[in-house]
């Protein structure tokens, strides 16, 4: 055998399956706000979670409603982000800012 050496490892990016999951998407009627559908989706899987005890063959099923969060301006309403002590959308000032320029003002 000769002493040949293995090449050096190289490392680079791979794409591998972390996570799956299956999406339903009831149709809820009068839920105009996302407030209102999050209530409509609680209460179809309610619902739901009781069809399936019915219904022995699919009774390990398990559903739950998945909430997203995003942070807005309180001001305008746009995706919060701030910029140098204000909203970067509307130029609204933090409360941080505010704060801090009473505290210079004495
Ligand atoms: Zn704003």
Redesign the pocket.
Known sequence: MSAQREPAKIAKPVEVLADSFVRADPVVWMAPTPATRVKALDDWVKEFDKFLRDHRSQDLVRLSVQRIYKTI?S??N?TWEEDEGT?A????PTEQSLQAAEEVQG
């Open positions: 301006c001001v305008c746009g909203c959308n509307c130029g609204a």
